[in-house]
């Protein structure tokens, strides 16, 4: 079973979503550092307190911003795979563990389904176009977690879901729910706040 090196921390990186990381700390800049010289993966990790979840989502540099003389990095991450936490390992200065797949069992979303999530995608983003998705049953959930803001822990729980189908009925609830209220409200600031200007999320 392979070992990877993680990456804890207080946001969830889902599959196919881009993030800017800053990388501060001795360890994790060794940990990238590492990935840059051999072309490997880390796994990004949600830590809510002290423990960390049982899902994660392999991340692959793709771009650095920035190096910094002190050995900082600005770094743009990329999801890639999910994967499960087997087993904390030791050994390096920063947190390894043996890793498993994690593959979905298959069950699709239907047409009604994927509408009424789109539907509620338009809503919560106050717009009557959206930005282009992958589009596919299997990628639809987590494009649109990447897009929209959601509290992390619903990020999670989608993360941690082995059927697409129910991601997208989740995703939907959430949307239509109190996430979905506090994301608009963030969008109406936004535009505001840049003088009606609608730009790209």
């Not at 650095?64 to 990095?73: I, K, M, N, T, W």
């Not at 920063?94 to 009424?116: H, K, N, Q, W």
Request: charged letters at 30%.
């Amino acid at each position: 079973m392979p070992e990877l090196g993680l990456f804890p921390l207080p946001i969830v990186l889902a599959p196919t979503e881009r993030i800017p990381l800053h990388i501060f700390e001795p360890r994790y800049r060794e940990l990238i550092a590492e990935c840059l010289d051999n072309l490997t993966e880390f796994g990004m990790i949600y830590r809510h307190g002290v423990a960390l979840s049982p899902v994660g989502t392999r991340a692959r540099v793709d771009e650095v911003l920035e190096r910094f003389p002190d050995g900082r990095f600005n770094v743009v991450v990329t999801g890639t795979a999910r994967f499960r936490l087997v087993e904390e390992t030791t050994g390096r200065s920063f947190i390894t563990a043996r890793v498993g797949d994690l593959d979905d069992i298959g069950d699709r979303p239907s047409d009604l389904e994927i509408a009424a999530c789109m539907a509620a995608f338009a809503e919560t983003l106050a717009r009557t176009e959206v930005p282009e998705l992958d589009g596919t049953p299997q990628g639809l959930a987590f494009a649109v977690a990447a897009i929209v803001g959601l509290p992390q822990e619903v990020k999670q729980e989608l993360l941690e879901m082995l059927s697409e189908r129910d991601r997208v009925v989740r995703l939907t609830e959430a949307l239509m729910g109190s996430a979905g209220v506090e994301i608009r409200a963030r969008e109406i600031e936004r535009r505001a706040s840049g003088n009606g200007r609608v730009d790209h999320l």
